[in-house]
């Protein structure tokens, strides 16, 4: 079985300061490990993705993830944070089983940015 | 014009009700998914399908039914609504063709409301 842990439901940072969103999950097989950005009134939009290969990911708008088998994280940050990254952040883990790579969402975090 | 459109974008209905959510696509994929989304839940899968004559149930498709119509549509059927099915629910499609690098494209959402 696979879940995701998101830990801390709201974060906040002042404009310019480092994201940081963290991300745990647990998987009986290889897994891809994806973030995805939700942005007020809108639907979720694919921030990055690793599946194999390198582990450092770099998504779009300035994000990337690190993947770290040993600590099973994958944990989303960004140097300096914009006005407009606030939004909701998904972390999610899938194997590629049952034909198709079936997601399974953490609980999300909401991240502010304040001026 | 957006990828995957989803009709209507918001809704009221009262208890006991039927109501049905469409979904439509225009990115070709042959899979497409419904899923809701909960406050501190993250998103869950309520039924996905592989094509238009496989169809399968998700981890929390009690109180819901589907129908593909077309490779490019996907309806969501709430056969008699109560208040505990308010959520925001979105669908989403991906390309089986993609194989490992499969990637998940979600629609705006419909936000339901159930009096």
């Known amino acids: 079985a696979q879940s995701v842990t998101q830990l801390g439901s709201h974060v906040s940072v002042s404009e310019g300061a480092l994201v940081l969103l963290r991300c745990n999950y647990s998987?009986?097989?290889?897994?891809?490990l994806f973030w995805y950005v939700q942005y007020p009134n809108q639907g979720l939009q694919l921030l990055l993705k690793y599946t194999t290969g390198a582990t450092l990911v770099k998504g779009i708008n300035g994000f990337e993830a690190e993947f770290k088998k040993s600590e099973t994280s994958f944990h989303l940050t960004k140097p300096s944070a914009h006005m407009s990254d606030a939004a909701e952040y998904f972390c999610?883990?899938?194997?590629?089983?049952?034909?198709?790579?079936?997601?399974?969402f953490g609980a999300g975090t909401r991240l502010a940015v304040h001026p | 014009d957006a990828d995957v459109t989803q009709t209507p974008r918001n809704r009221i209905t009262k208890t006991g009700k039927r109501i049905m959510l469409e979904c439509s696509q225009t990115k070709g994929h042959d899979r497409m998914y419904w899923y809701r989304q909960d406050p501190g839940l993250g998103l869950r899968l309520i039924y996905y399908?592989?094509?238009?004559?496989?169809?399968n149930k998700g981890e929390i498709s009690d109180g819901y039914s589907v129908s593909r119509q077309a490779q490019a549509k996907f309806s969501l059927s709430l056969e008699s609504a109560i208040p505990n099915q308010t959520a925001l629910y979105f669908c989403?499609?991906?390309?089986?063709?993609?194989?490992?690098?499969?990637?998940?494209?979600f629609g705006p959402g419909t936000r339901l409301l159930v009096l």
């Open positions: 999610a883990v899938s194997g590629f089983s049952g034909g198709y790579n079936k997601l399974i």
């Open positions: 989403a499609t991906s390309d089986a063709r993609q194989g490992a690098l499969e990637t998940q494209y």
């Open positions: 998987s009986s097989v290889p897994p891809y």
């Open positions: 399908s592989f094509d238009v004559k496989d169809i």
